[in-house]
C-alpha cells in the first residue's frame, strides 16, 4: 500500500469503516512510515478535538431536571411543552448547526489533497534536504520513458526568471520520486532561500485556460504552496519565502510553465508511471543534476550550502 493510498483511508480508519483487511494492511503501512504514521495521530488528534468541543460545550448541555420533566411527561401521556422547553430546544438546534458549520469550514481550509502534501515533501526532501530513497536522475530519460512534457522543464522556466519582486535563478533541474509520485522538479532560489516547482502527472486535472488559476495554500508542513493545472498534469510551487513575495513568484512561473506545458513534444510508447530504483539516465541535462551534486545518496545535506 503506498502512502497516496494511505491517507486517502485515514479517516475511513478512523471511523471504523474499513474492512479487518484493509484495516491490517493500512496499520503495516503505517507502523514502517513516520510520515504516514504522524498524519494519522493527526487526524486522531482532530477528530478528539472536534468531539469534545461538541460533548463539552455548556450550552448543548440539558437544563437541570429536564430528563425528569420528560420522563413525566411521556408517563402522563401529555406532549404539551413548555414555552421555555421549545425555545432552549431551538436554541440546542441552531448552536449544533452553528458548531457543526464551523467544524466543516475548519475541515475544509485543513483539508490538503494527497498530490500537495507529496509536492512538499518533495520540496522538503529533495531540495532542502536530500533525503530520497531513489537518487533524482536528468528530466531527458524520463521525457522519453514516461511523460514527454518532462523535457519541457528543461528549458522552461529561464535559468533566470525577472519577478515583481528581483530576480530568481534556476539552481537545478531533475526528475524524481516522492512517496511513489513521479515528478519533474526546478530548484530555484531567490535571495538566499529555495524555491521548487514541481510537475507530476494528474489525469483529472484540466487546462484552466490561457492564464493559469492558482490556488493557495498558506502553511502545508510550513511551507507555502502555489498550484495550477494543464490538461493531464498538476504544477506546484513550494517553499517558505515570504508570502508577498513568495505570491510574486509564483505568478511569475505560472505563466510561462503553463504555456510550455500545453505544448508538449510526441509521446513515448510507455508512458506508465515507475519508481523502481533502476532506470536511470546516462545524459546529463544542460543544468546540474542531483546526481551530480549530491552524490551521498544515505546522508542528508543542505542545498542552501551550495
Same mark, same amino acid.
Given at each position: 500500500?503506498?502512502? !497516496?493510498?494511505?491517507?486517502?483511508?485515514? @479517516?475511513?480508519?478512523?471511523?471504523?469503516?474499513?474492512?479487518?483487511?484493509?484495516?491490517?494492511?493500512?496499520?503495516?503501512?503505517?507502523?514502517?512510515?513516520?510520515?504516514?504514521?504522524?498524519?494519522?495521530?493527526?487526524? !486522531? =488528534?482532530?477528530?478528539?478535538?472536534? =468531539? !469534545?468541543?461538541?460533548?463539552?460545550?455548556?450550552?448543548?448541555?440539558?437544563?437541570?431536571?429536564?430528563?425528569?420533566?420528560?420522563?413525566?411527561? #411521556?408517563?402522563?401521556?401529555?406532549?404539551?411543552?413548555?414555552?421555555?422547553?421549545?425555545?432552549?430546544?431551538?436554541?440546542?438546534?441552531?448552536?449544533?448547526?452553528?458548531?457543526?458549520?464551523?467544524?466543516?469550514?475548519?475541515?475544509?481550509?485543513?483539508?490538503?489533497?494527497?498530490?500537495?502534501?507529496?509536492?512538499?515533501? @518533495?520540496?522538503?526532501?529533495?531540495?532542502?534536504?536530500?533525503?530520497?530513497?531513489?537518487?533524482?536522475?536528468?528530466?531527458?530519460?524520463?521525457?522519453?520513458?514516461?511523460?514527454?512534457?518532462?523535457?519541457?522543464?528543461?528549458?522552461?522556466?529561464?535559468?533566470?526568471?525577472?519577478?515583481? #519582486?528581483?530576480?530568481?535563478?534556476?539552481?537545478?533541474?531533475?526528475?524524481?520520486?516522492?512517496?511513489?509520485?513521479?515528478?519533474?522538479? #526546478?530548484?530555484?532560489?531567490?535571495?538566499?532561500?529555495?524555491?521548487?516547482?514541481?510537475?507530476?502527472? @494528474?489525469? *483529472?486535472?484540466?487546462?484552466?485556460?490561457?492564464?493559469?488559476?492558482?490556488?493557495?495554500?498558506?502553511?502545508?508542513?510550513?511551507?507555502?504552496?502555489?498550484?495550477?493545472?494543464?490538461?493531464?498534469?498538476?504544477?506546484?510551487? #513550494?517553499?517558505?519565502? =515570504?508570502?508577498?513575495?513568495?505570491?510574486?513568484?509564483?505568478?511569475?512561473?505560472?505563466?510561462?510553465? *503553463?504555456?510550455?506545458?500545453?505544448?508538449?513534444?510526441?509521446?513515448?510508447?510507455?508512458?506508465?508511471?515507475?519508481?523502481?530504483?533502476?532506470?536511470?539516465?546516462?545524459?546529463?541535462?544542460?543544468?546540474?543534476?542531483?546526481?551530480?551534486?549530491?552524490?551521498?545518496? @544515505?546522508?542528508?545535506?543542505?542545498?542552501?550550502?551550495?
Amino acid at each position: 500500500m503506498q502512502c !497516496r493510498e494511505v491517507r486517502d483511508l485515514l @479517516d475511513s480508519f478512523l471511523g471504523q469503516e474499513l474492512l479487518v483487511e484493509t484495516n491490517l494492511e493500512l496499520m503495516r503501512h503505517v507502523e514502517a512510515c513516520p510520515a504516514c504514521r504522524a498524519e494519522l495521530e493527526a487526524r !486522531r =488528534q482532530l477528530r478528539a478535538g472536534l =468531539q !469534545r468541543a461538541f460533548t463539552g460545550a455548556d450550552f448543548l448541555q440539558p437544563r437541570a431536571g429536564f430528563s425528569t420533566e420528560v420522563l413525566s411527561q #411521556v408517563r402522563s401521556g401529555t406532549t404539551h411543552r413548555s414555552r421555555w422547553t421549545s425555545l432552549w430546544t431551538w436554541g440546542a438546534l441552531a448552536a449544533s448547526l452553528v458548531l457543526v458549520t464551523a467544524a466543516g469550514l475548519f475541515l475544509v481550509r485543513h483539508n490538503v489533497s494527497a498530490i500537495v502534501r507529496d509536492a512538499v515533501g @518533495d520540496h522538503l526532501n529533495c531540495a532542502v534536504q536530500f533525503r530520497l530513497a531513489e537518487r533524482p536522475i536528468s528530466l531527458t530519460d524520463p521525457s522519453l520513458r514516461y511523460d514527454p512534457v518532462f523535457a519541457t522543464l528543461e528549458a522552461t522556466p529561464s535559468a533566470e526568471i525577472a519577478t515583481a #519582486v528581483g530576480p530568481v535563478r534556476v539552481i537545478e533541474r531533475h526528475a524524481c520520486v516522492f512517496a511513489g509520485r513521479r515528478f519533474a522538479h #526546478v530548484v530555484l532560489r531567490f535571495e538566499g532561500q529555495l524555491l521548487s516547482l514541481l510537475v507530476t502527472a @494528474d489525469p *483529472s486535472a484540466a487546462a484552466s485556460g490561457k492564464v493559469p488559476s492558482l490556488s493557495w495554500f498558506t502553511d502545508v508542513e510550513g511551507q507555502r504552496v502555489a498550484s495550477f493545472k494543464t490538461a493531464g498534469h498538476a504544477a506546484f510551487v #513550494v517553499s517558505a519565502v =515570504q508570502d508577498k513575495q513568495f505570491r510574486a513568484i509564483a505568478q511569475a512561473l505560472a505563466e510561462p510553465v *503553463s504555456h510550455g506545458l500545453t505544448v508538449p513534444g510526441p509521446r513515448a510508447a510507455n508512458s506508465s508511471i515507475r519508481t523502481d530504483a533502476g532506470s536511470r539516465a546516462s545524459t546529463a541535462p544542460p543544468a546540474p543534476t542531483l546526481s551530480e551534486g549530491f552524490e551521498l545518496r @544515505d546522508q542528508p545535506q543542505d542545498r542552501h550550502q551550495l
